[in-house]
């Protein structure tokens, strides 16, 4: 069985990668194991915070009791027989607050399927966006009453520029962790993938070392206006900023 995860940031794509994996009969791929959020995954997975709250109520622990029960935990999960590979989405901020996962990650020789999105200043608009209407992705809509895809949302330049300048250093960090995880990690940069997804699935699954014939399908939808000039009210002063930055070639 092969064993791995789904690395990058928020409002790259790996929510896709996630849906598009599990589509796959002899797959199993979870979400955000380390969200510090008390759900079951799909395949009946605990997060790890509902796994500690199980087995282990009490709230402080010793740095060696915490690598302990990582492991434990990631021994649990990739325990299953079932599927021909198995993984989760681990997201860069979660590698840097739980040390231990990446150590695991390392020993077992997990492999990474490492997502990355060029057009920062497309990933920023989107971090703020869902940030602002608590809004993610399409499968909300049961139980949302309203689908806020096409309302444009004023965003200040001074956030907008941090934003940006954080998710380029983010970047930088995510290849430099998945590295010392596994040098021989696979990379899905999100508008390569748009333009010829089936080719990226192809490789995705002889990455994996499993069936590459099976047409890999996914439920999501995209939930923000494909221009940024449909997406942010004040457009006009966002291009200003940027117009003599290398970032100016994603701006429309």
Known sequence: MVKYIIFGLQRTG???IVSLLNSHPDILSTGELFDNKKKVEKGGKKTYDLYLQDIAPWK???TFQKRRLVFQYLDNFFSINDFDAIGFKLMLNQAKKIPMVPDYLKKEQIKIILVERN???KTAVSRIRARQTGFYNN???D???ISPQHKKIAIPVDLMKEEVDMIKKENIELKKNASIIDHNYMTIVYEEFLKNSSK?????LEFLCIESSVELTTKLEKVSPSRLEDSIENYSEIVKAFENTQDAIYLE
Do not use: P, S, V
């Open 60 to 62: 402080y622990f010793f």
């Open 200 to 204: 990226m699935n192809k490789m995705m």
């Open 139 to 141: 499968l909300q809509r």
């Open 14 to 16: 790996t929510t896709l």
């Open 143 to 145: 139980y949302l009453k």
């Open 119 to 121: 057009n920062a200043i």
